[in-house]
């Protein structure tokens, strides 16, 4: 089964990722309620929610963005602050489309979903997207980017 997610949202951008852990509140499509929430995933400093938090199907999404900072620097972010905290890489940080990235971590029995690229129209800024669900039966996939 594969579900799409498209990001949304207006091109409001606050500033760059690195630094302290923030709040995060992400939500989109699955089959499976996803234990907990986005309160214990880190975020890049001065992420900036962006559109409408979305919870159907069990998967809770939500866009957020960051200025002068680049879709590669937004994953390293993720990559350190999601290991420091026990998450797991079940797909490795990789290229997907023209410009985006995406990456999935799973632990608890949730999985976390990240794409980051372009902020639409907005030069050097950068949009990504948090997925959060039930972690996937081997051999399933859920495609998420935008």
């Known amino acids: 089964m594969t579900f799409g997610v498209i990001g949304c ?29 986005f309160d214990d995933i ?6 900036t929610e962006i559109g409408t938090r979305t919870e159907e199907d069990g998967a809770i999404t939500q866009s957020f963005a960051v200025t002068s900072t680049s879709p590669d620097l937004v994953m390293d972010f ?35 979903e ?3 690229g372009p902020a639409p129209a907005i030069a050097d800024d950068t949009q990504f997207n948090l997925v959060l ?8 996939e859920l495609n998420t980017v935008p």
């Open 133 to 140: 669900l039930a972690s996937l039966e081997p051999g399933s």
């Open 78 to 112: 993720f990559v350190g602050a999601l290991a420091d905290q026990g998450w797991v890489p079940v797909e490795p940080v990789g290229s997907r489309g023209a410009n985006s990235l995406f990456g999935a971590w799973d632990r608890d029995g949730r999985r976390l």
């Open 114 to 116: 990240i794409s980051a």
């Open 42 to 47: 880190p975020l890049p400093s001065g992420a």
């Open 9 to 37: 949202g207006d091109d409001s951008n606050v500033t760059t990722p690195y630094g302290a852990a923030g709040d995060a509140r992400p939500t989109p499509d699955a089959t499976v309620s996803p234990t907990g929430t």
